[in-house]
């Protein structure tokens, strides 16, 4: 009955679009060589700085409940301090038992001089 046709643009938002994305902390917050941890939400990250390259991947070592940035940070590779597991940083593989289960990452992401990381996504960019 009425030809007025109101355009609606619908606020189409699609999933997974910047909605875990979060800044962390300045770069200069962390020492190149050295992790530190970062409570985001529910979740405790390590943050690395490696040679100036940054990391992001739980805390939590996968073998028991140990934090990771309280370990021995030794070139790419973390030693967890607990029972001496140790991971590869930018992929999170197993390097050292009697860890067996692989490291959480995240997708960093420099913006100006901050670390921001995207919780949706992996170190290599695909969705976790
Ligand atoms: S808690 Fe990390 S190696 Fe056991």
């Known amino acids: 009955m009425s030809g007025n046709m109101s355009e609606k643009t619908p606020e189409k938002m ?6 875990n994305i979060v800044r962390i902390c300045a770069q ?21 700085n490696i040679g100036g390259r940054f990391y992001a991947t739980d805390d939590e070592c996968t073998h028991a409940s140990a934090s990771l940035a309280d370990g021995m ?14 991971f590869h940083v930018p ?13 959480r990452t995240y ?6 001089n901050d ?3 995207d919780l949706d996504r992996n170190a290599a960019g695909e969705l976790a």
Do not use: W, Y
């Open 73 to 86: 940070l030794d070139g790419e590779v973390i030693e967890c301090a607990m029972h001496m597991g140790a």
């Open 28 to 48: 200069s917050e962390i020492a190149p060589d050295s992790v530190k941890a970062f409570e985001v939400g529910d979740r405790q990250l390590a943050v690395f």
């Open 107 to 112: 997708k960093v992401i420099l913006e100006g």
């Open 14 to 19: 699609p999933d997974n679009v910047a909605a």
């Open 115 to 117: 670390v921001v990381v």
């Open 91 to 103: 992929t999170g593989e197993v390097k050292a038992p009697p860890c067996a289960v692989a490291l």
